[in-house]
């Protein structure tokens, strides 16, 4: 089988081409030409001596995830379905706005996490996503956006905020983010790619020590009752040990603060009192707050909680001197905005449960 070239950062292409007897720089020079140029084709790969082009050719391979979908919003955010085998697909989305382009990545075909108010959520969990398969969704957006061959990147930010939960598979994802911040790679700068979590502690501690990138976190409660309502993870991991865990990162972060992420839902967690509690809690951690109008999808049991509520709730934070901003939502006729992306995920657990339920 020939190796997949796109899973490598510079560490993992220095080790193939060593192991294949080969310079350093030549790693060097073949990240440039998949990761900047978006080749694929080791022929067209013109500063490398024939030989070395025909014998890549006969190892190696350049293997993006195969693209199945591309629809374009009225707002111009744009979403890709990408084949991910077994009938699973995951989805991507670029956002255009007029001072920067947003891609946001996905990192697992369904997701684990099983938060109340999220369609991926509800679509139970495959697998994780290879490296090849999370950095393959950046390479094809960029070609796809026409930002390769040394023309002005369409993309200037990457926000780890699609499909899944990216620290528990961070394995797969270091290298991909490594790649994103590699100057032979996308250039990318720390503070422009962004990992969102549900907040998984120990795995806040490993990004921390291993690629800090800037960090939001899925907050959507003010206290824990609540917050396990939502989402469930916090009876593993409750507030004061994520505050304690982003209070660590914070002191490697390349921003010096952490994003809070809030799902504004009606009548669940959007009244003044919800703002005033969480205003206070906020008080031990350096943070802005991003507060999201919730998306609905068929059969969520959510609703959206209306425009005066979302002011109201910004307006408490910001007078306790906590910077909010409420996200515009994009993408949403498409089924593109934060929470909607469903993509195709055969649920393997749900299965086996069923299996074994029938069998019992
Ligand atoms: N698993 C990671 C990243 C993926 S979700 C995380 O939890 O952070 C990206 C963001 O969209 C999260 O803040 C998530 O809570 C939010 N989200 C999920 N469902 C949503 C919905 N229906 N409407 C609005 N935001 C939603």
Redesign the pocket.
């Known amino acids: 089988m020939k190796t997949n070239l796109l899973a490598f950062d510079a560490a993992g292409m220095g080790a193939f081409f060593a192991a294949i007897g080969e310079k350093p720089f030549r790693a060097r020079q073949v990240l440039r030409w998949v990761h900047r140029a978006g080749e694929s084709e080791f022929a067209r790969m013109s500063d490398l001596a024939r030989g070395l082009r025909e014998r890549l050719a006969a190892t190696a391979e350049v293997i993006p995830p195969r693209m199945v979908g591309d629809t374009t919003a009225a707002d111009g955010t744009r979403k890709w379905l990408l084949d991910v085998g077994a009938a699973n697909a995951v989805e991507t989305v670029f956002i255009p706005e007029t001072e920067r382009g947003t891609l946001c990545v996905s990192t697992q075909a369904g997701?684990t996490?099983a938060?109340r108010?999220?369609?991926?959520?509800r679509q139970g969990f495959n697998r994780n996503l290879s490296t090849a398969e999370i950095v393959g969704q950046l390479w094809w957006a960029n070609r796809a956006l026409g930002a390769v061959h040394g023309t002005d990147r369409a993309i200037s930010n990457v926000v780890?905020?699609?499909?899944?939960?990216?620290l528990l598979n961070l394995d797969n994802l270091l290298p991909a983010l490594r790649l994103m911040l590699d100057d032979n790679g996308y250039g990318l700068s720390r503070r422009r790619v962004t990992v969102?979590?549900?907040g998984i502690v120990p795995m806040m501690d490993r990004l921390r020590e291993e690629c800090p990138v800037a960090l939001?976190?899925?907050l959507?409660a003010p206290n824990d009752a609540l917050r396990s309502r939502l989402?469930p993870i916090n009876e593993k991991y409750p507030l004061a040990a994520l505050f304690a865990a982003c209070r660590r990162y914070l002191a490697r972060a390349p921003r010096d603060f952490v994003t809070f992420?809030y799902?504004m839902l009606d009548g669940v967690n959007d009244a003044e009192s919800h703002a005033r509690e969480l205003a206070r809690r906020l008080a031990e951690v350096p943070c802005k707050v991003n507060l999201?109008?919730?998306?609905?999808?068929p059969a969520?049991g959510?609703a959206r909680s209306p425009r005066a509520a979302v002011r109201r709730f910004a307006d408490i934070l910001l007078a306790a001197g906590i910077v909010t901003t409420t996200r515009k939502t994009r993408g949403e006729d498409i089924d593109a905005?934060?929470?909607?992306l469903a993509g195709r995920v055969h649920d393997r657990a749900r299965r086996a449960a069923r299996v074994a339920g029938a069998a019992a």
């Open positions: 997701c996490m938060c108010f999220c369609s991926t959520g780890l905020m699609g499909m899944g939960e990216p969102s979590t549900v939001a976190v899925s959507h989402v992420e799902v999201i109008p919730f998306n609905p999808f969520s959510f905005a934060c929470g909607q």
